[in-house]
């Protein structure tokens, strides 16, 4: 600063030569104007020469052309082409200048054709191009235009009597017509023709008096800014230092000068001397590289980044523009330093969120007020194949509708420019012109005068999700494996028909369809062979229903099925009979053949109930009377069938709490040895003392446990009480026999089934040769690999398992290898008929000859009569079992079964035979 402060303190000659300099521009200024008001005056002389020569050529074109059509003379003709020559050619070149499109060389002939002095034809050009519009002269102007159709009129005139006498058809009547027309065109255009002559000599006394003032106006006015420059430029003298250090210092950029040759700082501002943390008189003198960590360009007016050092070890990014300036013959380098942290944090902002809005996978779509397109992500063209540049400058709206195909209304961009944001979802076209759907959202961005800028719409291609969530509500209504409509969905369609019959006087009816025997073949075959079986029942029973009527799959192997518009629930038979025939045909699942039969309730609206709930529950007690009754059957309901199912809703009820009150009790069948008629072993059944109903046999009560899953905890009871017994009989001194117990198929297939059976034998001291388990052939088949792991282990604790039912299974026998097994109990199925009935006798040896050659013990049930007994000990069975040798007895009873005689203090006891009825 003290270099320029010494760089003004000049001589006062020198600070006064701007005011000479002044002086002679002013000079300079009042000549230029004399010198235009000259040519002013020269070209007005033009104007007035040739408005009088226009007019003459205007006034004489109309005298020729009246002496034409009067006499016909070729000389008055050719005067008046002439004069109208001289007319168009002034019009051509007025036109021409005031557009301002025209070429200087036909404008000169145009003058030189109307004689207009060359002095004056610049002027002329000047004020016609630029000043058309100036008082007096727009008038004069637009009065010349005015007469330009007529005069053209005249020229038509003109030609129709060239055309009328060179064909000689002029009659008087028409010269007469032709002269009354053109007198009417000259008294149209001599009115005018005189405005134009009066407001051109108007409009040069205007700009006279103009140009005088104007003149006048300028001297006066360059005088007192002379003067007014004068008193400044003093002033300036005086205080210019003062204001040039505080414009310097108070500048919010840093301004450091340097000298050129040495790279010295020579001056700098208070900004230069905050942002390094140095003094001035510190920074005076450094060289001025020393303030960046980068090298300084040179180059002149063009920015540059750097990073400016403080004293304190950091950093400033800085943009630098630097000049060359000449003081007093110094060339002085003059650097203006921005700041530029704000604009480097913005730039490192909008990267990061453009990175950002690249990486997300939802599409974003940036458009401008007008609702075009500015800007797309990454993930807008993965999901629409449209790229940025396809899109850009194109309504936003261009691929998108609402879902049913209809444009995206206006209310939606009314309610965001209104300050809400939109959410919805769209159908979109894609590049390849395949639409999905979209959810997308609208939000804006705004001005601080709340205006809208810009629109951001984010989307998401919802194709995937909306098929998952149709796929959702499916199943939620449908059966997943058959497809048919579940037990909700069922009952809705139901309630729906039930209005609809109710509305039209009609009747419907449910039909409630059970499998008969549908445990069997999950048992015999496989869970998967029951699924695909399912499928197949699924298909059959809807190929028997008319169009309207549906089927749906309410539980495992339970079917419901709706019949709409019957007149009574009776016509609802022919479908129930073609339902029995068609599920009672062979089906054929992979390489088996399974054969089947159901059972079908049926309830109708509205005598068996007037809601769905009740129809499905009174078609299912019905169902149930059909299956109790006679299997492969159908039954319609009728109230008595409620007795039933409440009976046995009140069985399952009750005998939930039977295990609690100790109500089960044990009684022990005798198996006999049938060559000398020894007891050698009791089978341990089962008995249920209700203590209002009395005894309940298993066949009513096991079943209901087997659904209702108590039949494990029944298992081990029955154990626990067998083992028990055992223990009891052999401290009272009991001849030692085999007790079998039945094991159920769902606690055989538990993985702690062989543990626990251990851990009892052990409590109760029981020898494991003891205890016989009793499994039916249709359970070992159920457990598939599982049996063959319990049979090992078994047989390792040394515990022997029985056959029971042998015979009615459906599957192959190779279980019967398997190391546990060591007996075989024929079914009472096939002991009923011997010795009479050839095919029992038949399966009968042949089951006794492959136990022999197996080397299992066999054991016939159901015996009654001695003809049986005789058969069977013939045909080689060794054990056998029946009302003939004793009916189930207390275990008091077997105890006097085994001793007969005995007294006390005897030890050694003999086993007998029962009395036989």
């Known amino acids: ?39 002013v005056q020269i070209t007005l002389a033009g104007f007035l020469n040739s408005e009088s020569l226009w007019s003459k050529a205007q006034k004489q074109a109309v005298i020729d052309l009246s002496n034409y059509a009067v006499k016909g003379d070729a000389t008055s003709l050719a005067s008046f082409k002439h004069n109208f020559g001289v007319l168009e050619s002034d019009r051509f070149g007025r036109d021409a200048i005031a557009s301002g499109h025209f070429d200087k060389a036909v404008i000169e002939d145009v003058f030189r054709r109307g004689s207009i002095m060359p002095a004056a034809r610049p002027g002329m050009t000047f ?57 009417t065109l000259n008294t149209f255009i001599e009115p005018r023709t005189q405005l134009f002559s009066v407001e051109v000599v108007n409009g040069a006394i205007w700009l006279g008096r103009v140009l005088f003032w104007g003149v006048l106006s300028a001297f006066l006015l360059a005088a007192v800014l002379w003067v007014r420059m004068a008193r400044r430029i003093l002033d300036s003298i005086r205080g210019s230092e003062e204001r040039y250090r505080l414009v310097f210092d108070s500048a919010a950029d840093a301004i450091v000068m340097v000298d050129e040759e040495s790279g010295r700082i020579l001056d700098a ?32 007016g063009r920015p540059t980044v750097n990073a400016l050092l403080n004293a304190d070890g950091s950093k400033r990014p800085v943009e630098t523009q630097s000049s060359l300036v000449d003081w007093s013959g110094t060339s002085v380098r003059q650097a203006i330093i921005r700041d530029i942290s704000e604009r480097v944090a913005m730039e490192q902002e909008r990267r990061v969120a453009a990175e950002a809005l690249a990486s997300i996978v939802e599409g974003v779509i940036i458009a401008d007020a007008d609702r075009r397109v500015v800007s797309t992500n990454m993930a807008h063209t993965g999901i629409t194949g449209f790229t940025t540049r396809e899109l850009l400058g194109k309504p936003f709206e261009d691929t998108r509708t609402l879902p049913d195909g209809s444009p995206l209304p206006l209310s939606i961009w009314k309610n965001i420019a209104a300050g809400h944001n939109w959410l919805g979802e769209v159908q979109s076209t894609r590049r390849d012109g395949s639409t999905y759907p979209e959810q997308l959202s609208i939000s804006a961005i705004r001005d601080a005068e709340n205006n809208v800028q810009y629109y951001v719409a984010v989307f998401t291609n919802i194709f995937s999700s909306k098929a998952n969530q149709r796929r959702l509500e499916h199943l939620a209504r449908h059966d997943p494996l058959t497809g048919m409509v579940n037990r909700s969905e069922f009952e809705r369609h139901c309630s729906e028909a039930i209005a609809v019959a109710a509305r039209e006087r009609m009747a419907i009816a449910v039909l409630f369809i059970d499998l008969d025997a549908f445990k069997i073949v999950n048992d015999s075959y496989s869970h998967a062979i029951g699924d695909r079986l399912l499928v197949k029942v699924a298909e059959r029973i809807s190929q028997q229903l008319a169009e309207g009527d549906m089927a749906g799959r309410i539980g495992g192997d339970e079917f419901t099925v709706l019949l709409h518009r019957l007149s009574l629930r009776e016509d609802a038979r022919p479908i129930v009979n073609r339902l029995l025939a068609s599920l009672s045909e062979p089906f054929v699942v992979d390489e088996y053949e399974i054969f089947l039969s159901a059972s079908i309730g049926v309830a109708g609206f509205p005598l068996d109930g007037t809601d769905a709930s009740s129809l499905i529950a009174n078609a299912d007690a019905a169902m149930y009377a059909a299956k109790t009754q006679e299997r492969n059957a159908y039954r319609f309901y009728s109230p008595m069938m409620h007795a039933n199912t409440r009976k046995r809703l009140q069985l399952a009820s009750e005998l939930r709490q039977a295990l609690a009150r100790d109500e ?18 009791v089978e341990a059944l089962l008995r249920w003392q209700h203590p209002e109903r009395g005894e309940i046999l298993p066949g009513e009560f096991i079943p209901m446990a087997e659904s209702l899953g108590m039949i494990r905890r029944i298992d081990e009871w029955v154990l626990q009480a067998a083992c028990a017994q055992i223990q009891a009989w052999d401290l009272a001194g009991v001849p030692a026999i085999r007790v079998a117990v039945n094991i159920s198929a769902r606690w055989f297939g538990q993985p702690a089934f062989v543990e626990g059976i251990h851990r009892t034998l052990l409590a109760r001291h029981v020898p494991a040769q003891r205890l016989l388990l009793e499994i039916t052939e249709s359970a070992m088949l159920r457990l598939g690999e599982d049996t063959e792991r319990t049979m090992h282990m078994l047989h390792t604790l040394g515990i022997d398992v029985a056959i029971d039912d042998f015979g009615t299974g459906y599957s192959s026998m190779s279980y019967l290898k398997l190391p ?3 007996f075989l109990k024929i079914d009472r199925s096939f002991v009923t008929g011997l010795p009479d009935n050839a095919g029992d006798v038949a399966i009968a040896e042949a089951m006794l000859a492959m136990s022999k050659a197996l080397g299992l013990t066999t054991i016939a049930e159901g015996i009654e009569t001695e003809a049986q007994h005789e058969f069977l000990l013939r045909a080689g069975c060794m054990e056998g079992q029946g009302y003939l040798y004793s009916y189930p007895v207390s275990p008091s009873k077997i105890e006097r079964l085994l001793r007969p005689s005995a007294t006390p203090g005897v030890t050694k006891l003999r086993l007998v035979p029962p009395k036989r009825t």
């Open 269 to 300: 501002n208070q900004a230069a001397s905050a942002w390094t943390g140095r003094r001035w008189d510190e920074l005076v003198g450094d060289r001025f590289v020393h303030l960046f960590t980068q090298q300084i360009s040179r180059k002149e």
């Open 127 to 183: 004020m016609l191009e630029h000043f058309s519009s100036a008082p007096h002269i727009n008038e004069a102007l637009n009065a010349w235009r005015s007469t330009d159709d007529k005069i053209a009129e005249l020229n038509v005139v003109a030609g129709e009597l060239e055309r009328g006498y060179g064909a000689g058809t002029m009659s008087q009547t028409e010269i007469e017509r032709q002269r009354e027309r053109i007198n």
């Open 664 to 681: 089960f009790y044990l009684v022990y069948q005798p198996s006999v040895e049938m060559r000398t008629g020894r007891i050698v072993a």
């Open 820 to 822: 546990a097994v060591a």
């Open 1 to 39: 600063m003290r270099f320029i402060g010494a760089s003004l303190k000049r001589p006062l000659s020198k600070r006064l030569m701007p005011l000479a300099y002044a002086l002679a521009v002013v000079i300079v200024l009042i000549m230029a104007l004399t010198w235009i008001v000259l040519q």
